[in-house]
């Protein structure tokens, strides 16, 4: 399984960004899907996973700020992030697991996509 990242860039703090993971290879064999986040000089954070079946979990610093979403048909996974702090910088990176359970962990993923930079400007 491969992923694919992209979508980041540079945005006001208050405004919107949308990222995206398309997925491709044996994507019949992935279940839940998830993003992370990691700031330079610090450790690489959880921020939103999807189930197969729709489930999602976000982190506290991001809930009500961003929406994960899944296009099954497409094999992609979005994060809707909406008003961006400063401290949302980071780099963000797509994960994919094979269970039905949506994990907070990085080391319980399979597979991982390149990072795609989001950097929001105060």
């Known amino acids: 399984v491969q992923l694919q990242a992209s979508g980041g860039g540079l945005v006001q703090a208050g405004g919107s960004l949308r990222i995206s993971c398309a997925a491709s290879?044996?994507?019949?064999?992935?279940?839940?899907m998830g993003w992370f986040r990691q700031a330079p000089g610090k450790e690489r954070e959880f921020v939103a996973a999807i189930s197969r079946s729709g489930s999602k979990y976000y982190a506290d610093s991001v809930k009500g700020r961003f929406t994960i979403s899944r296009d099954t048909a497409k094999n992609t996974v979005y994060l809707q992030m909406d008003s961006l702090k400063p401290e949302d910088t980071a780099v963000y990176s797509c994960?994919?697991?094979?269970?039905?359970?949506?994990?907070?962990?990085?080391?319980?993923?399979?597979?991982w996509g390149q990072g795609t930079q989001v950097t929001v400007s105060s």
């Open positions: 994960a994919a697991s094979l269970h039905n359970i949506i994990y907070v962990h990085p080391e319980r993923y399979r597979y």
């Open positions: 290879g044996r994507t019949l064999t992935v279940d839940s």
